[in-house]
């Protein structure tokens, strides 16, 4: 069971360049959502998404881009990586609100 | 707004020994509550969640959580702690009608032999 995967799990970065995270779930959840976890800062939304076609902002949108084109795809994009933007980011979903988001491993993402 | 405290950043146990993390939140209508668990280089696994109902709700790994309206709290606990459990764990409460989760700043338990 796939569940929700994210790429890549590790990326380093010079400042400025651009890069796109990649997330997509195989369960049909219309819902989904991307995190950033900072060292003592718990998880904080940067976008999320009802259903293909349609994202919102969440509470850390600024520096950040997401398309949702498929129910399964959710890519997170940054255009201009700044050091402020080094974290680990999670990609989750759910099918509905009486049911948990599912999380995925992760990616680490350092900017030099 | 919507927020959830976990007072404490740090808990050391010896294994065997009983857990209670805390957690409270700050919600206007009856949450959406969940109790995380992320091992490092994880991502985070659901231990429990309360939707309505019986207050005290199992989950898995042995673990349970007491809802109290009165205190807004949603504590963790655990009678008898393993050397696996050691892990971060994270409260979240359900906002709003559009699934989103508020965290809290997690707690890390570390069990000693």
């Known amino acids: 069971n796939a569940g929700v995967t994210q790429t890549p799990k590790f990326r380093i970065l010079k400042i400025g360049q651009s890069m796109t995270l990649q997330c997509t779930q195989d369960?049909?959840?219309?819902?989904m959502y991307w995190y950033r976890q900072d060292p003592g800062m718990g998880l904080k939304l940067i976008y999320y998404s009802v259903g293909a076609g349609i994202t919102d902002k969440g509470e850390v949108p600024n520096g950040y881009n997401v398309s949702r084109s498929t129910t399964e795809d959710f890519p997170l994009r940054l255009e201009l990586a700044a050091p402020s933007q080094t974290s680990v980011y999670f990609c989750?979903?759910?099918?509905?609100?009486?049911?948990?988001?599912?999380f995925g491993d992760g990616t680490r993402l350092s900017i030099l | 707004a919507q927020s959830v405290t976990q007072p404490d950043i740090h808990i050391t146990v010896s294994e065997g020994a009983s857990l209670e993390l805390r957690c409270n939140y700050s919600?206007?209508?009856?949450?959406?509550l969940f109790w995380y668990v992320q091992s490092p280089g994880q991502g985070l696994q659901l231990l429990l969640k309360y939707f309505s109902g019986d207050t005290l709700v199992q989950g898995i790994k042995g673990f349970e959580a007491e809802f109290k309206r009165s205190q807004s709290s949603f504590n963790l606990r655990k009678p008898s702690v393993h050397w696996s459990d050691a892990a971060e764990y994270f409260c979240?409460?359900?906002?709003?009608?559009?699934?989103?989760?508020?965290f809290g700043t997690g707690t890390r338990l570390q069990v000693f032999p």
């Open positions: 369960m049909n959840h219309n819902y």
């Open positions: 979240a409460v359900g906002a709003g009608n559009t699934d989103k989760l508020i």
């Open positions: 989750a979903s759910t099918g509905s609100q009486d049911q948990p988001q599912h």
């Open positions: 919600y206007g209508a009856t949450p959406y």
